[in-house]
């Protein structure tokens, strides 16, 4: 898998959901506006096509509707499943300079039971009170000019303010108000 595979995690995610064939993967996509995932429809069948190749996800069925060309539905396997929770894991657990992975994360959260998604913020929270501290550390200790600490500060603001949301989502998913129940998943 290269370093973040978030085309083929996300059609883990949603095959996770029910089964469906390619173009309505990618209907989905356009419709719900997931534009995290770049280079449509070209990188939706070529995930399709290798998530397949390594029994993450197998035909279902083959179906044709009047005039239309056969599509082939896809069901996720077992191993799929482990595969989408792993991924989805490394995903939330580590911040990641490319805030696309995040969005992502989040996008796609839900196909987590509720335990494990508070687990990985709480590691993610972790690990971002870490480069806080880091970035404060820096900051005292050394004896420059502001204007060439400006970066050190603006990395220690955004996970600063990364951090106090999630924190705010902690809480939320403490209180009950995520909504984890209502989430429908095939295997349910």
């Not at 949603?14 to 995932?37: C, G, M, N, S, W």
């Not at 480069?131 to 550390?137: I, L, R, Y």
Request: charged letters at 30%; glycine letters at 8%.
């Amino acid at each position: 898998m290269a370093r973040w595979d978030v085309t083929g995690t996300t059609v883990l995610a949603l095959l996770a959901q029910r089964a469906r064939h390619p173009y309505e993967l990618h209907r989905f996509l356009i419709d719900t506006h997931k534009d995290f995932v770049s280079g449509l429809p070209r990188s939706l069948y070529h995930a399709v096509g290798r998530l397949a190749r390594e029994g993450l996800i197998a035909p279902v069925e083959t179906n044709r509707e009047g005039r239309a060309p056969e599509r082939t539905v896809y069901g996720i396997t077992a191993e799929g499943r482990q595969e989408l929770t792993h991924r989805l894991r490394r995903m939330l657990e580590r911040p990641d300079r490319d805030t696309t992975v995040m969005y992502a994360a989040l996008s796609l959260i839900g196909a987590l039971e509720e335990g494990e998604a508070e687990r990985c913020l709480l590691t993610r929270a972790a690990e971002l009170e870490g480069k806080v501290a880091a970035a404060e550390a820096s900051l005292a200790g050394l004896d420059l000019p502001r204007v060439l600490l400006l970066e050190t500060e603006y990395a220690r603001a955004l996970h600063a303010a990364e951090l106090a949301w999630l924190h705010g989502v902690l809480a939320d998913l403490r209180a009950g108000e995520l909504g984890w129940s209502g989430l429908a998943r095939e295997d349910d």
